[in-house]
């Protein structure tokens, strides 16, 4: 690979088993830095990798074969003839959700509707497979809840199960009401992609972010639309995301040791230590300080 390996660094998949070897693997590369990420997988396995933000990169064959699927694409992977083990160069703020299901089980899922999916079919089943394509609204909207999975831990490979459920559901529907959404007014995808401007700006504002009046009118879209489609796609209301983004960037930042309580307060738009500190242990049940101390 001729990428400069100073910018290169290693990453891991989060990876949640949702039934016998079927798994869902979430990656997020919120640094300036290419991540490197691999995992074993053999040729009894069907690959479904999503791309909901930035470019990732797949080498095969030692870097010799390249793939690229890039924001809002998807591809899926099988070849019964050899491994296609997964190398992958995740891009600077990209994120990537992949489903990994062995193809027995995948040819369970669809056994009464094999005939209409191509490399289901007897002629083509030892023959190897790549498609990419456009991820829907609908689609989208599944690969987010997983993204942004904030419920109770002890719920997530149910609650993982579900949407990759769903989200190869979605993959395969070729009815006539294939671009009917869940929720009506996302049925323009338009209005998906102002809600993740949305989600962008909060963040990249978080110290002072925009009412949510400030939010709608930025956007484009009406206050209304705003608060359901954010609520659809991310699980959560604006500012409790939010609130979520900035405990979430202000553990990190007190797991470096680089900054003090207040410091990290300031960053993430608390103008005084006291209401960050009791900001954080209604997030976390444990104040700043003591975190720290609990780590080092």
């Known amino acids: 690979m001729n990428t400069n390996e100073k910018s290169i660094a290693k990453g891991a998949f989060s990876e949640t088993t949702i039934g016998d070897g079927f798994f869902v693997l979430t990656y997020q590369n919120e640094d300036n830095t290419i991540k490197v990420i691999e ?9 479904f990798h999503f791309c909901l ?41 990209s994120w990537l959700v992949s489903v990994l299901v062995p193809i027995k089980k995948f040819h369970g899922l669809f056994s009464q509707e094999a005939d209409y999916i191509t490399f289901l079919s007897e002629d083509n089943k030892d023959k190897k497979y790549y498609k990419d394509g456009k991820i829907s609204p609908s689609m989208a909207i599944a690969l987010n809840q997983i993204i942004n999975f904030n419920l109770n831990q002890s719920i997530k490979s149910l609650y993982f199960k579900g ?3 769903e989200i190869l559901s979605l993959y395969f529907n070729r009815g006539e009401d294939a671009n009917i959404e869940q929720c009506p007014f996302l049925v323009d995808e338009a209005n998906v992609i102002k809600i993740r401007q949305a989600k962008d700006i909060i963040i990249n504002r978080m110290v ?11 956007i484009g879209l009406g206050l209304k639309k705003l608060k359901e489609g954010f609520k659809q796609i991310y699980g959560d209301s604006v500012y409790s995301f939010l609130f979520d983004y900035k405990m979430e960037v202000a553990r990190k930042l007190l797991e470096t040791g680089s900054h003090n309580v207040n410091e990290v307060g300031l960053k993430v738009g608390y103008s005084t230590s006291s209401h960050f500190i009791a900001a954080f242990k209604k ?7 003591k975190y ?3 780590i080092l």
């Open 39 to 47: 995992r074993e997988t053999d040729s009894s396995y069907i690959q």
């Open 53 to 93: 933000k930035g470019e990732s990169k797949f080498h095969f064959n030692n870097g010799n074969y390249t793939l690229n699927v890039i924001e809002e694409m998807s591809l899926l992977l099988y070849n019964p003839q050899r491994d296609l083990p997964i190398h992958l160069e995740v891009q600077p703020n």
């Open 163 to 165: 949407k990759a459920y």
């Open 208 to 218: 002072e972010p925009p009412t949510l009046q400030e939010l709608s009118d930025e």
């Open 283 to 289: 997030k976390y049940g444990i104040t700043p300080k």
């Open 292 to 294: 720290i101390q609990s």
